[in-house]
């Protein structure tokens, strides 16, 4: 499986981006996928979670209520909408895909990586 994500950029604060991670291969749809985030000088963390049917969702304390994670499997892509963005999501965003079932938030427990895409809300 290869991940691809795209649609990072710079944003004022209270905008709004939309990510997407293109995945390759066939099992992509039997997997789930999270988004990770690496903030300057921080660890990467945990950010939202979907299931390999979508029917469950996953987020950060962080980003509920203003981020929502969605997949399109017929293009074998993965989403993360972005609202009411705020300088603290700045940050490169990496889409994971983990070929176990359940939703994990550690980095290790994931199988593949994206090359991740810069996001910067400027305030």
């Known amino acids: 499986v290869q991940l691809q994500a795209f649609g990072g950029g710079l944003v004022q604060a209270g905008g709004s981006l939309r990510l997407s991670c293109a995945g390759s291969?066939?099992?992509?749809?039997?997997?789930?996928v999270a988004w990770f985030r690496q903030g300057p000088g921080k660890e990467r963390e945990f950010v939202a979670h979907?299931?390999?049917?979508?029917?469950?969702?996953y987020y950060a304390d962080s980003v509920k209520g203003r981020f929502t994670i969605s997949r399109d499997s017929a293009k074998n892509t993965v989403y993360l909408q972005m609202i009411s963005l705020k300088p603290e999501d700045t940050a490169v965003y990496f889409c994971?895909?983990?070929?176990?079932?359940?939703?994990?938030?550690?980095?290790?427990?994931?199988?593949?990586w994206g090359q991740g895409t810069l996001v910067t809300v400027s305030s």
């Open positions: 994971s895909a983990r070929a176990v079932s359940g939703y994990s938030t550690k980095v290790y427990e994931y199988d593949y």
């Open positions: 291969g066939r099992t992509f749809s039997a997997y789930g």
């Open positions: 979907i299931s390999w049917n979508g029917d469950k969702t």
